[in-house]
């Protein structure tokens, strides 16, 4: 599903962001791609994005080469990719349910299919009763839900998050947590980076270690710190 052949992104000014990347991730598979601060993990979330381009190697998702796509097909591959980052990134004069709602509008769903399928993603998330809310007035928790049920509406068959507890207090972060679970166990592909060593210790699924923006580490099924 996401196929990564020996990347190497350097930054303008000579700084390394990951240097000769090799990874595969299968359909339905959750993985955590964790290390330190600096070693590399936005960089790679971006090159999936394809808010970078590597300047080496080459990236297939769903068995097209990104690295080839031209301007006018990104907006296909942004269909298959959901994201979701740490700072939640709502448009803040819109309500919750017009955060959603926007996310169906860029993709022109039809109005109808838009008023079934905002209250159901919302409803999955437990925001309902927030639906008429600005962002200002949810909590961080609330806030990311809201970015959760954006990412989702869509039905993307891949779901993309960086540091997506990274400002949420230990309670709410688990919320998310389950959600994310509960995402997967539908069949959504999750690649998540994160630092929360808790996190990935209990959640018990395949952790990336990236260090120096090189992968010295990739377990099936294990904790932050386990060998492989
Ligand atoms: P992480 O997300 O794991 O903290 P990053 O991917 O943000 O790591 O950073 C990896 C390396 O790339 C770091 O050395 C960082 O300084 C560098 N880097 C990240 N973004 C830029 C940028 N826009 N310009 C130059 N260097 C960058
Ligand atoms: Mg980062």
């Not at 004069?93 to 926007?102: L, S």
């Not at 809201?146 to 509406?153: D, E, H, P």
Request: glycine share 8%; charged share 25%; hydrophobic share 40%.
């Amino acid at each position: 599903m996401i196929r990564l052949e020996n990347i190497t992104k350097m930054y303008p000014n000579g700084s390394k962001g990951v240097e000769g990347l090799n990874l595969h991730i299968k359909k339905g598979d959750f993985v955590f791609i964790v290390g330190s601060s600096g070693s590399g993990k936005s960089t790679l979330i971006k090159l999936l994005l394809k808010e970078l381009d590597p300047t080496e190697g080459e990236i297939t998702i769903n068995n097209v080469k990104t690295t080839t796509l031209t301007r006018n097909q990104i907006p296909y591959l942004r269909r298959n990719l959901g994201v979701v980052f740490q700072d939640f990134r709502l448009l803040p004069n819109k309500t919750v349910y017009e955060n959603v709602a926007f996310a169906m509008r860029v993709i022109e769903a039809p109005s109808r299919v838009i008023r079934r399928n905002v209250p159901a993603v919302l409803s999955l998330v437990g925001l309902n009763k927030k639906a008429k809310s600005l962002p200002n007035q949810l909590s961080g928790g609330e806030q990311q839900r809201t970015a959760l049920a954006r990412a989702i509406v869509n039905n993307p068959p891949i779901l993309i998050c960086d540091e997506p507890t990274g400002n949420l207090d230990p309670d709410t972060a688990w919320g998310i947590m389950q959600l994310l679970e509960d995402i997967n166990r539908r069949g959504t592909t999750i690649v998540m980076a994160t630092h929360a060593r808790d996190i990935v210790d209990v959640m018990q699924k395949r952790v990336v270690t990236l260090k120096q923006g090189h992968i010295i580490r990739d377990i099936e099924k294990g904790g932050y710190d386990d060998e492989a």
